[in-house]
């Protein structure tokens, strides 16, 4: 099925139609005390890319995956400082940034779908939240873009 | 889950307060109806009539950038002077504008900001004054297209036997302008 490519909304209609959803899937993420700051940051950010956005194409998959991102960096932040005291050995570059370039030709379904399961190890109930389907439909997004990005020989 | 309204003012301040917002904006009740009043980083941008967010924010978004946010706080200045205008209290708008206008049209706007409070004046006498006396009818037109009404003055424009013409807004708001600043349209001249 063809997305619509639609101009990008006025922000305010953007955010008003997925503040309640990103704050219900934050406070799973990060839990009820941080939800606050982490969806502060997480509009602030989609505020900040909004006009390089090329089209209106899945916003709800994009926002969301700023907001998996922001409960991320949020979770090693969080690491970083209980561990002060130990040196902290970390991969130089974060699985899900690899995977947001390998999965960037992908449909914006697919590529929400595969980025926030293989990327940030969310359940399918969690990826089904984001891009508002069912758990299947978000089951069959994420191997559909699996095995779209198979056949280009990346294997996850 | 339902998203606090603590939160959700937090939120819309730090998103002015960043500078990340090509519009802010709200809607500020008056004694001629709620007011969409719009402000860009350089200043006023938008005063419109019969508010309808719904269908006043794409304009805006087509004209200064689709970050457009309803922010109450950034429209604190012109909300305090147009509630001193409406009270009688204030004469002149010291907020900064924003229009992007052309030569001409920039012409006729600035000839307008000097029409003092309280007197009017015609199509005709405001387009001789930009430089071009023949073009009533593109004044007329620039009135009706008027991106913000009040603070730029388009209601103390009338036709040349006194009549009120026409407004953006109704007539019936354009009288009670006049009304408020006290301007008698007998002595036109």
């Given at each position: 099925?063809?997305?619509?490519?639609?101009?990008?909304?006025?922000?305010?209609?953007?955010?008003?139609?997925?503040?309640?959803?990103?704050?219900?899937f934050?406070?799973?993420?990060?839990?009820?005390?941080?939800?606050?700051?982490?969806?502060?940051?997480?509009?602030?950010?989609?505020?900040?890319?909004?006009?390089?956005?090329?089209?209106?194409?899945?916003?709800?998959?994009?926002?969301?995956?700023?907001?998996?991102?922001?409960?991320?960096?949020?979770?090693?932040?969080?690491?970083?400082?209980?561990?002060?005291?130990?040196?902290?050995?970390?991969?130089?570059?974060?699985?899900?940034?690899?995977?947001?370039?390998?999965?960037?030709?992908?449909?914006?379904?697919?590529?929400?779908?595969?980025?926030?399961?293989?990327?940030?190890?969310?359940?399918?109930?969690?990826?089904?939240?984001?891009?508002?389907?069912?758990?299947e439909?978000?089951?069959?997004?994420?191997?559909?873009?699996?095995?779209?990005?198979?056949?280009?020989?990346?294997?996850? | 889950?339902?998203?606090?309204?603590?939160?959700?003012?937090?939120?819309?301040?730090?998103?002015?307060?960043?500078?990340?917002?090509?519009?802010?904006?709200?809607?500020?009740?008056?004694?001629?109806?709620?007011?969409?009043?719009?402000?860009?980083?350089?200043?006023?941008?938008?005063?419109?009539?019969?508010?309808?967010?719904?269908?006043?924010?794409?304009?805006?978004?087509?004209?200064?950038g689709?970050?457009?946010?309803?922010?109450?706080?950034?429209?604190?200045?012109?909300?305090?002077?147009?509630?001193?205008?409406?009270?009688?209290?204030?004469?002149a708008?010291?907020?900064?504008?924003?229009?992007?206008?052309?030569?001409?049209?920039?012409?006729?706007?600035?000839?307008?900001?000097?029409?003092?409070?309280?007197?009017?004046?015609?199509?005709?006498?405001l387009?001789?004054?930009?430089?071009?006396?023949?073009a009533?009818?593109?004044?007329?037109?620039?009135?009706?297209?008027?991106?913000?009404?009040?603070?730029?003055?388009?209601?103390?424009?009338?036709?040349?036997?006194?009549?009120?013409?026409?407004?953006?807004?109704?007539?019936?708001?354009?009288?009670?302008?006049?009304?408020?600043?006290g301007?008698?349209?007998?002595?036109?001249?």
């Amino acid at each position: 099925m063809m997305e619509a490519v639609a101009t990008i909304p006025p922000f305010e209609r953007f955010y008003v139609d997925h503040r309640e959803g990103v704050f219900g899937f934050l406070v799973r993420r990060v839990g009820r005390d941080r939800a606050e700051d982490a969806f502060q940051e997480t509009f602030l950010r989609a505020l900040k890319s909004y006009e390089s956005l090329a089209h209106a194409g899945n916003l709800r998959a994009w926002v969301f995956t700023i907001a998996a991102r922001v409960a991320v960096d949020d979770f090693r932040k969080r690491r970083a400082t209980a561990a002060e005291h130990e040196p902290v050995v970390e991969d130089s570059r974060p699985a899900y940034a690899e995977l947001e370039h390998l999965a960037g030709e992908l449909p914006p379904k697919e590529r929400a779908a595969v980025v926030l399961r293989y990327g940030y190890d969310l359940e399918y109930s969690d990826i089904a939240l984001a891009l508002g389907s069912s758990e299947e439909a978000a089951r069959q997004a994420t191997s559909s873009g699996v095995r779209r990005l198979r056949r280009k020989g990346v294997t996850l | 889950m339902k998203v606090s309204d603590d939160l959700d003012r937090r939120f819309r301040e730090r998103a002015v307060s960043e500078g990340s917002l090509d519009v802010a904006y709200d809607l500020v009740d008056s004694p001629i109806g709620a007011l969409l009043v719009a402000v860009t980083e350089r200043g006023l941008c938008r005063i419109g009539f019969d508010a309808e967010p719904e269908r006043d924010l794409d304009p805006l978004a087509r004209l200064f950038g689709a970050k457009v946010l309803r922010a109450p706080k950034a429209v604190d200045e012109p909300r305090r002077e147009l509630s001193e205008y409406f009270e009688g209290t204030r004469t002149a708008f010291d907020v900064p504008v924003d229009v992007r206008f052309d030569a001409f049209r920039l012409r006729v706007m600035d000839e307008l900001s000097r029409v003092p409070y309280g007197e009017v004046t015609t199509y005709g006498a405001l387009a001789a004054r930009a430089g071009k006396p023949r073009a009533a009818r593109a004044v007329g037109t620039f009135m009706n297209r008027n991106p913000i009404p009040i603070v730029l003055p388009c209601h103390r424009v009338v036709g040349a036997n006194g009549s009120l013409t026409g407004y953006g807004g109704g007539l019936e708001r354009k009288e009670r302008l006049l009304q408020l600043e006290g301007a008698s349209l007998t002595l036109l001249g």
